[in-house]
Protein backbone atom coordinates (compact mmCIF):
# COMPACT_ATOMS: atom_id res chain seq x y z
CA UNK A 1 0.00 0.00 0.00
CA UNK A 2 1.25 3.61 -0.53
CA UNK A 3 2.07 5.28 3.05
CA UNK A 4 1.14 8.67 1.74
CA UNK A 5 -2.46 7.21 0.89
CA UNK A 6 -3.25 6.16 4.72
CA UNK A 7 -2.24 9.65 5.99
CA UNK A 8 -1.88 12.31 3.16
CA UNK A 9 -1.62 15.05 6.24
CA UNK A 10 1.89 13.64 6.52
CA UNK A 11 4.95 14.16 4.77
CA UNK A 12 6.59 11.68 2.41
CA UNK A 13 8.62 9.62 5.11
CA UNK A 14 12.13 8.34 4.90
CA UNK A 15 13.43 6.20 7.09
CA UNK A 16 14.76 7.21 10.19
CA UNK A 17 17.64 4.07 10.39
CA UNK A 18 19.16 4.12 7.05
CA UNK A 19 17.70 6.68 4.99
CA UNK A 20 15.79 4.43 2.65
CA UNK A 21 12.78 6.06 0.97
CA UNK A 22 11.02 2.63 -0.67
CA UNK A 23 8.40 3.00 2.40
CA UNK A 24 5.40 0.63 2.26
CA UNK A 25 2.75 -0.07 5.24
CA UNK A 26 2.45 -2.92 7.70
CA UNK A 27 -0.82 -1.91 8.85
CA UNK A 28 -2.01 -0.01 11.40
CA UNK A 29 -1.98 -0.12 15.35
CA UNK A 30 -4.82 0.74 18.21
CA UNK A 31 -5.64 4.22 17.57
CA UNK A 32 -5.55 4.48 13.68
CA UNK A 33 -0.86 4.80 14.01
CA UNK A 34 0.16 3.47 11.05
CA UNK A 35 3.42 1.01 11.05
CA UNK A 36 5.62 1.03 7.63
CA UNK A 37 8.25 -1.02 6.77
CA UNK A 38 11.73 0.74 5.08
CA UNK A 39 12.55 -1.65 1.89
CA UNK A 40 16.40 -1.16 2.67
CA UNK A 41 16.55 -2.10 5.86
CA UNK A 42 13.72 -3.59 6.30
CA UNK A 43 13.18 -2.18 10.05
CA UNK A 44 9.38 -0.81 10.99
CA UNK A 45 8.10 2.13 12.32
CA UNK A 46 5.85 4.79 13.51
CA UNK A 47 4.44 6.50 11.03
CA UNK A 48 3.63 9.52 12.93
CA UNK A 49 5.77 9.14 16.60
CA UNK A 50 5.02 11.61 19.06
CA UNK A 51 6.81 15.46 19.56
CA UNK A 52 10.36 15.36 20.72
CA UNK A 53 8.87 17.37 23.79
CA UNK A 54 5.94 14.84 24.35
CA UNK A 55 8.72 12.09 24.22
CA UNK A 56 11.08 13.97 27.23
CA UNK A 57 7.98 14.63 29.37
CA UNK A 58 7.61 10.94 29.62
CA UNK A 59 11.35 10.34 31.11
CA UNK A 60 10.39 11.75 34.56
CA UNK A 61 11.07 10.20 38.16
CA UNK A 62 8.17 8.49 38.45
CA UNK A 63 8.79 6.18 35.00
CA UNK A 64 11.63 5.05 37.20
CA UNK A 65 9.88 4.02 39.64
CA UNK A 66 8.91 0.03 39.05
CA UNK A 67 12.27 -0.40 38.21
CA UNK A 68 13.30 -0.08 42.06
CA UNK A 69 11.21 -3.19 42.97
CA UNK A 70 13.49 -4.95 40.86
CA UNK A 71 16.56 -3.84 42.33
CA UNK A 72 18.42 -7.20 43.04
CA UNK A 73 16.73 -9.21 39.68
CA UNK A 74 18.29 -6.06 37.59
CA UNK A 75 21.56 -6.03 39.12
CA UNK A 76 22.54 -9.87 38.21
CA UNK A 77 21.00 -8.81 34.55
CA UNK A 78 23.42 -6.03 34.26
CA UNK A 79 26.03 -8.08 35.28
CA UNK A 80 24.81 -10.46 32.64
CA UNK A 81 24.81 -8.08 29.90
CA UNK A 82 28.49 -6.79 30.96
CA UNK A 83 30.07 -10.42 30.57
CA UNK A 84 28.81 -9.62 26.98
CA UNK A 85 31.42 -7.16 26.56
CA UNK A 86 33.80 -10.04 26.80
CA UNK A 87 37.74 -9.28 26.40
CA UNK A 88 36.61 -5.11 25.23
CA UNK A 89 39.13 -2.89 26.00
CA UNK A 90 38.69 -1.25 29.48
CA UNK A 91 38.86 1.90 28.18
CA UNK A 92 36.44 5.16 28.09
CA UNK A 93 32.81 3.26 27.88
CA UNK A 94 29.64 5.72 26.70
CA UNK A 95 25.90 3.93 27.68
CA UNK A 96 23.44 6.02 25.66
CA UNK A 97 20.28 6.37 27.47
CA UNK A 98 22.02 5.30 30.69
CA UNK A 99 18.48 6.04 32.69
CA UNK A 100 19.74 5.90 36.55
CA UNK A 101 23.33 4.54 35.90
CA UNK A 102 22.95 1.36 36.68
CA UNK A 103 25.02 -0.62 34.08
CA UNK A 104 27.80 2.55 34.44
CA UNK A 105 27.84 1.40 37.42
CA UNK A 106 28.68 -1.97 36.89
CA UNK A 107 31.08 -1.47 34.27
CA UNK A 108 32.61 1.37 36.44
CA UNK A 109 33.61 -1.29 38.93
CA UNK A 110 34.48 -3.42 36.45
CA UNK A 111 37.57 -1.07 35.32
CA UNK A 112 36.26 1.44 32.67
CA UNK A 113 36.23 4.66 32.64
CA UNK A 114 32.19 5.48 32.09
CA UNK A 115 30.12 8.16 30.70
CA UNK A 116 26.60 8.82 29.88
CA UNK A 117 24.01 10.16 27.54
CA UNK A 118 20.59 10.48 28.94
CA UNK A 119 17.33 12.49 27.82
CA UNK A 120 15.69 12.77 31.14
CA UNK A 121 16.66 15.22 33.87
CA UNK A 122 16.09 13.21 36.54
CA UNK A 123 18.07 10.16 35.14
CA UNK A 124 21.49 12.53 34.38
CA UNK A 125 21.49 14.69 36.98
CA UNK A 126 21.51 11.31 39.59
CA UNK A 127 24.04 9.07 37.36
CA UNK A 128 26.17 12.24 37.42
CA UNK A 129 25.35 13.30 41.11
CA UNK A 130 25.59 9.49 42.21
CA UNK A 131 28.63 8.00 40.75
CA UNK A 132 30.29 11.57 39.92
CA UNK A 133 30.60 10.88 36.28
CA UNK A 134 30.17 12.96 33.11
CA UNK A 135 26.36 12.78 32.00
CA UNK A 136 24.95 14.73 28.80
CA UNK A 137 21.22 15.79 29.00
CA UNK A 138 20.05 15.15 25.98
CA UNK A 139 20.22 12.96 22.43
CA UNK A 140 23.96 11.84 21.88
CA UNK A 141 24.02 13.99 18.44
CA UNK A 142 23.83 16.99 20.48
CA UNK A 143 26.60 16.10 22.76
CA UNK A 144 29.16 17.08 20.89
CA UNK A 145 31.86 15.06 21.61
CA UNK A 146 35.34 14.16 20.39
CA UNK A 147 35.61 11.71 17.63
CA UNK A 148 37.35 8.19 18.12
CA UNK A 149 37.48 8.87 22.12
CA UNK A 150 36.00 5.65 23.03
CA UNK A 151 36.51 2.10 23.51
CA UNK A 152 33.04 1.07 23.97
CA UNK A 153 29.31 2.06 23.21
CA UNK A 154 26.44 0.83 24.68
CA UNK A 155 22.53 1.09 23.65
CA UNK A 156 21.00 -1.31 25.74
CA UNK A 157 16.96 -0.94 24.72
CA UNK A 158 17.36 2.96 23.69
CA UNK A 159 17.43 2.90 19.87
CA UNK A 160 13.55 1.70 19.89
CA UNK A 161 12.58 4.98 21.77
CA UNK A 162 14.80 7.45 19.52
CA UNK A 163 12.96 9.39 17.12
CA UNK A 164 16.07 9.70 14.73
CA UNK A 165 18.33 5.95 15.31
CA UNK A 166 20.28 6.33 12.37
CA UNK A 167 21.59 9.23 13.55
CA UNK A 168 22.66 8.32 16.60
CA UNK A 169 24.19 5.43 15.42
CA UNK A 170 26.28 7.29 12.89
CA UNK A 171 27.48 8.94 15.97
CA UNK A 172 28.27 6.29 17.37
CA UNK A 173 30.74 5.23 15.00
CA UNK A 174 32.17 8.52 14.82
CA UNK A 175 32.79 9.09 18.34
CA UNK A 176 34.29 5.07 18.76
CA UNK A 177 38.39 4.67 18.72
CA UNK A 178 39.65 2.38 15.36
CA UNK A 179 38.54 -1.40 16.16
CA UNK A 180 36.47 -0.24 19.55
CA UNK A 181 33.03 -2.02 20.75
CA UNK A 182 29.25 -0.73 19.77
CA UNK A 183 26.30 -2.74 21.70
CA UNK A 184 23.50 -2.75 20.58
CA UNK A 185 20.31 -4.55 22.46
CA UNK A 186 16.47 -3.96 20.92
CA UNK A 187 13.32 -5.98 21.57
CA UNK A 188 12.88 -8.54 19.07
CA UNK A 189 9.70 -8.79 17.17
CA UNK A 190 10.67 -12.27 16.20
CA UNK A 191 9.56 -13.71 19.14
CA UNK A 192 6.56 -16.41 18.62
CA UNK A 193 6.88 -17.83 21.66
CA UNK A 194 6.45 -14.35 23.47
CA UNK A 195 3.44 -13.36 21.51
CA UNK A 196 1.60 -16.39 21.78
CA UNK A 197 1.96 -16.58 25.39
CA UNK A 198 0.95 -12.86 26.04
CA UNK A 199 -2.07 -13.74 23.76
CA UNK A 200 -3.06 -16.44 26.49
CA UNK A 201 -2.76 -14.33 29.01
CA UNK A 202 -4.37 -10.85 27.79
CA UNK A 203 -6.55 -12.40 25.34
CA UNK A 204 -4.93 -10.33 22.40
CA UNK A 205 -2.23 -9.76 20.35
CA UNK A 206 0.93 -7.94 21.16
CA UNK A 207 0.62 -4.84 20.17
CA UNK A 208 3.90 -3.13 18.58
CA UNK A 209 3.09 0.43 19.39
CA UNK A 210 0.11 2.08 21.66
CA UNK A 211 0.44 5.90 22.08
CA UNK A 212 -0.64 5.65 25.96
CA UNK A 213 1.82 2.57 26.54
CA UNK A 214 4.22 3.45 29.09
CA UNK A 215 7.04 2.21 26.83
CA UNK A 216 7.23 4.24 24.02
CA UNK A 217 8.38 1.82 20.92
CA UNK A 218 8.66 3.62 18.08
CA UNK A 219 10.79 0.96 15.75
CA UNK A 220 10.76 -2.46 15.77
CA UNK A 221 13.29 -4.66 14.94
CA UNK A 222 13.96 -8.33 13.45
CA UNK A 223 17.42 -9.90 13.70
CA UNK A 224 18.05 -9.48 9.89
CA UNK A 225 16.76 -5.93 9.88
CA UNK A 226 18.91 -5.15 13.07
CA UNK A 227 22.00 -6.29 11.20
CA UNK A 228 21.14 -4.41 7.98
CA UNK A 229 20.26 -1.32 10.27
CA UNK A 230 23.98 -0.97 11.44
CA UNK A 231 25.54 -2.11 8.27
CA UNK A 232 23.97 0.79 6.64
CA UNK A 233 25.44 2.77 9.61
CA UNK A 234 29.01 1.25 8.15
CA UNK A 235 29.88 -1.81 11.06
CA UNK A 236 30.75 -4.84 10.64
CA UNK A 237 28.23 -7.40 12.92
CA UNK A 238 29.12 -9.63 14.86
CA UNK A 239 26.53 -13.34 15.07
CA UNK A 240 23.40 -11.67 16.81
CA UNK A 241 22.52 -13.30 20.29
CA UNK A 242 19.56 -13.36 22.76
CA UNK A 243 19.94 -10.08 25.28
CA UNK A 244 19.94 -11.63 28.53
CA UNK A 245 17.27 -8.84 30.33
CA UNK A 246 14.49 -11.51 31.39
CA UNK A 247 13.17 -10.90 35.21
CA UNK A 248 11.02 -12.92 36.79
CA UNK A 249 10.15 -16.42 37.17
CA UNK A 250 7.61 -16.50 33.92
CA UNK A 251 9.70 -14.71 31.65
CA UNK A 252 12.90 -16.44 32.62
CA UNK A 253 10.90 -19.97 31.32
CA UNK A 254 10.09 -18.18 28.02
CA UNK A 255 13.22 -16.61 27.29
CA UNK A 256 14.52 -20.13 28.17
CA UNK A 257 12.26 -21.48 25.74
CA UNK A 258 13.17 -18.93 23.30
CA UNK A 259 16.80 -19.83 23.55
CA UNK A 260 16.09 -23.49 22.53
CA UNK A 261 13.83 -22.24 19.78
CA UNK A 262 16.74 -19.56 18.75
CA UNK A 263 19.39 -22.18 18.41
CA UNK A 264 17.06 -24.24 16.23
CA UNK A 265 16.18 -21.40 13.92
CA UNK A 266 19.78 -19.63 13.72
CA UNK A 267 18.73 -16.64 15.09
CA UNK A 268 17.48 -15.01 18.37
CA UNK A 269 13.98 -15.85 19.21
CA UNK A 270 13.68 -14.21 22.43
CA UNK A 271 11.99 -11.22 23.32
CA UNK A 272 14.96 -9.31 22.67
CA UNK A 273 18.50 -9.69 21.32
CA UNK A 274 21.90 -7.97 21.43
CA UNK A 275 24.51 -6.95 18.67
CA UNK A 276 27.61 -6.84 18.86
CA UNK A 277 29.74 -4.77 15.98
CA UNK A 278 32.80 -3.04 14.88
CA UNK A 279 33.27 -0.12 12.68
CA UNK A 280 34.16 -1.53 9.06
CA UNK A 281 36.64 0.25 6.90
CA UNK A 282 35.40 2.66 4.06
CA UNK A 283 32.39 3.92 6.64
CA UNK A 284 28.45 3.69 5.82
CA UNK A 285 25.83 5.98 5.62
CA UNK A 286 25.78 9.17 7.85
Not at 129 to 141: F, N, S, T, Y
Not at 162 to 178: K, V
Not at 179 to 196: K, Q, T, Y
Request: charged share 20%; with cysteine; glycine share 10%.
Amino acid sequence: MNVSAMRPELPPLTCAVCGGTEISSRGKEPGGHPLVECGRCGVWSVHDPPSPESLRSRYVEDYYLPWRDEVHARRRMWRRRLRLLGNARKGRLLDVGCAEGDFLAQASEAGFTVEGTELSVHGARKTSLGLGVPVHCGELAEAGLPAGSFSVVTFWHVLEHMLHPGRALGEARRILEPDGLLVVAVPNRSNPLFRAAYRIARGRPLYLYHPKDREQHLHHWSPPSLKAALECRGFQVQPLRPDPCALGVVKSALDLAGRLHSLLAGAPRTQAMVALARAASGGGTR
